[in-house]
């Protein structure tokens, strides 16, 4: 892999890896993090943003520490514009991980949503759950 590798994290996926700091989706995250760039829109980061700061997760993170993965997570992420629109995920709400996949021409989705996993692969992106992304090799 290249530095120039793109990568789609779902939420779940995202929230799941910040709170749980040695869970599979972290383990993934940081890999990713090694191999190449995040790619986000709009719509994706206001979804992690609102999910982030649920007062459910205070009892795992403080706000600020969720505030700094924010900030951190949108300056370092490659925003793309979404031009193509994409309907065919059955769950619509999971559609705009896939537009920024498309539009970006992401390699890699990672998520554990069934919705989503289920079209794998995805035009030219591969969807993966993050142990499946573990066990591939970064040559």
């Not at 869970?23 to 890999?31: G, V």
């Not at 205070?58 to 793309?80: G, I, M, N, V």
């Not at 890699?108 to 573990?134: C, E, F, K, R």
């Amino acid at each position: 892999m290249t530095n120039s590798t793109l990568f789609v994290f779902d939420t779940n996926t995202l929230v799941s890896a910040l709170l749980f700091a040695s869970s599979t989706p972290s383990l993934a995250f940081q890999k990713a993090q090694k191999s190449g760039f995040f790619v986000c829109s709009d719509e994706t980061f206001a979804e992690l943003s609102e999910v982030l700061m649920r007062p459910k997760f205070d009892r795992y993170l403080s706000q600020e520490s969720r505030h700094l993965f924010l900030k951190a997570y949108e300056r370092s992420a490659l925003w793309t514009t979404i031009v193509q629109r994409v309907t065919d995920c059955r769950d619509s709400k999971d559609n705009k991980f896939l537009e920024v996949a498309i539009n970006a021409q992401a390699t890699w989705l990672i998520s554990g949503d069934a919705d989503l996993l289920v079209l794998h692969p995805y035009h030219d992106v591969q969807i993966l759950t993050p142990a499946t992304w573990l066990s591939v090799d970064d040559d």
